[in-house]
């Protein structure tokens, strides 16, 4: 039987080529991490041929969450703000609270040396945890502690219970501050963006303390002291809703934590300030002071020791292997502890000498505030020209004279030009400190250690503050217990305790003076501007 050929067999071998022309047409595809199918025929097939030959699905939308740098920035200096004010605030306050809480003129200090000693203290373990754990989450956490510790403190019934809830808040601020800093190095890119958000940080950072001192002043005056603290409640709660929504975290790194070295530092700083307070009080000969120095010594000493056996230490001693960064970290430790010591003894003899209200006396530090703000617009635009080495020694060398002029004041002394003057010297002088310092301590750090390099910036400031405030609350102790005789003749008995106060006052300036001068002698021979063959890490410095 004889059957008619199939029209279709063959048909696929007439109209398709065979498989090795195809293969010799299209390169063959190669696997690479990343790779894809649809990668590979992109890269060797026209559109219009993907266009016909790809399935018609819908590949899923992909949405990009939007950056808010601005929305970012004001969340970050609102915090900054709020920790820097949170050092001064209680300054026009502690009149009140010493008859409140019936504390003594040497624990006094104790309010704000609680506050300073865990704030600085922590402020490195602050930065690292930052790193391992998430920068965002330790800005959050940090931030709602500190307001929660406000709150419990603003309810204080006793010294001890007060100074305890000022401890919490320096451990709230310790957690938040360093991850602040290093959210603002990584929300803005290098150059005239990052230069004009750090020139706002370090205005807020300068100018916080003397805000402080007027809305201390405000609040004592027209509520209460306890305000002094309530007021970060509502502050923290918002700042913390806007940091969910719109700050961008960081990828976290693997590593572990150097509890050791954060515990021995903070231990070590504390029992320093201790010892300098008790000396104040019971002078050097005292068994307590000189036992207190020497543990000190063991522990800082331990401190060290550990930090350079760590693998991940708390303080990266390789960041003080660049002699300008060490050079930077002492005219910072001086500048401020000549500026704290100001700011707690001229609120005390702004009112106790004076007869100043709270309101008042906060309103007499406006000067200073409206000087830093104006220097800290100015600085930035200068930094390109001059370098920050030759603002920074003009900031010292103002800073030197207003405190000279400082141990000029008596009982007699008026408000203009005696105190307004050098006020404004002083703002100037730290106003245009500051931003060159931080330029310098951050350039060249590797993105990897933001959080270390701004936590170790961080720490010098406050550590500066407790140990200025502690050397200069004994120097006031010793000049008060060691007042002439002569001075006291013919003053009458009501006059007696101010002219007392005002003879440690000039004591006081008298060594926040040297400080000062040992600063701009810091800037004038050891201290030099960044190399521009720093890495590309550094600040770049134009507007």
Do not use: C
């Not at 501050?177 to 004009?196: H, I, K």
């Not at 001059?386 to 007699?412: E, H, N, Y």
């Not at 030099?528 to 507007?543: K, Y």
């Amino acid at each position: 039987m004889n059957f008619s050929p199939n029209p279709l067999q063959g048909l696929h071998k007439r109209r398709h080529p065979p498989y090795n022309s195809i293969k010799r047409r299209s390169p063959p595809f190669t696997y690479m991490e990343g790779s894809s199918i649809l990668s590979h025929l992109e890269a060797n097939v026209s559109s219009s041929q993907l266009l016909m030959e790809r399935p018609a699905t819908t590949a899923p939308r992909v949405v990009e969450r939007k950056s808010h740098p601005n929305i970012s920035l004001a969340v970050i200096l609102t915090v900054q703000l709020m920790l820097v004010l949170d050092v001064t605030v209680v300054n026009i306050a502690l009149p009140q609270m010493q008859e409140t809480l019936h504390f003594s003129q040497s624990n006094l200090s104790w309010v704000l040396n609680a506050y300073l000693l865990t704030f600085g203290g922590l402020l490195l373990l602050g930065g690292r945890m930052g790193d391992l754990f998430g920068r965002k989450r330790l800005f959050i956490g940090g931030v709602t502690l500190f307001f929660l510790a406000s709150l419990v403190g603003g309810l204080a019934t006793s010294a001890g219970w007060l100074v305890a809830a000022r401890a919490v808040q320096g451990i709230g601020a310790a957690l938040a501050a360093p991850s602040a800093l290093a959210l603002l190095m990584t929300s803005f890119p290098e150059g005239p963006q990052r230069n004009r958000a750090l020139s706002y940080f370090t205005a807020v950072s300068s100018a916080g303390g003397s805000i402080g001192l007027i809305l201390g002043g405000m609040l004592t005056a027209w509520v209460s002291w306890r305000w002094a603290l309530f007021i970060n409640v509502p502050i923290g709660v918002a700042v913390v809703l806007l940091a969910v929504r719109f700050i961008e975290g960081n990828t976290r790194q693997r590593g572990r934590l150097d509890l050791a070295g954060a515990l021995t530092s903070t231990l070590g700083m504390g029992t320093l300030v201790y010892a300098f307070i008790r000396a104040g009080s019971n002078g050097w000969n005292d068994a307590g002071t000189v036992w207190s120095i020497v543990l000190a010594a063991a522990i800082l000493a331990t401190f060290v020791l550990i930090e350079t056996r760590h693998e991940q230490p708390v303080m990266p001693l390789h960041l003080l292997a660049s002699r300008s960064r060490v050079s930077a970290f002492v005219s910072v430790l001086f500048t401020v502890a000549a500026m704290y010591g100001g700011f707690f003894f001229l609120t005390q003899f702004l009112q106790r000498v004076m007869g100043f209200s709270p309101v008042v006396t906060g309103i007499a530090f406006l000067p200073m505030t409206l000087s830093i703000f104006t220097i800290s617009r100015i600085v930035p635009r200068l930094i390109p020209r001059l370098g920050p080495r030759r603002i920074l020694i003009g900031g010292a060398s103002l800073v030197a004279l207003a405190t000279l002029w400082f141990t000029q004041i008596s009982i007699s002394s008026d408000y203009a030009p005696g105190i307004v003057v050098p006020m404004i010297l002083l703002g100037v002088g730290v106003g245009s400190s500051f931003l060159p310092l931080s330029i310098i301590v951050l350039s060249g750090v590797p993105g990897r250690e933001a959080g270390a390099a701004s936590g170790m910036l961080q720490t010098m400031q406050q550590v500066g503050g407790a140990l200025g405030l502690s050397i200069l609350v004994t120097a006031f102790g010793t000049a008060t217990r060691a007042v002439p005789t002569h001075l006291l003749v013919g003053v009458a008995p009501a006059m007696r305790a101010e002219l007392v106060f005002t003879h440690g006052l000039t004591s006081v300036f008298v060594l926040a003076a040297v400080f000062a001068l040992l600063s701009l002698a810091n800037g004038l021979l050891v201290l030099r501007s960044p190399s521009r063959s720093e890495p590309a890490t550094q600040v770049v410095l134009s507007e």
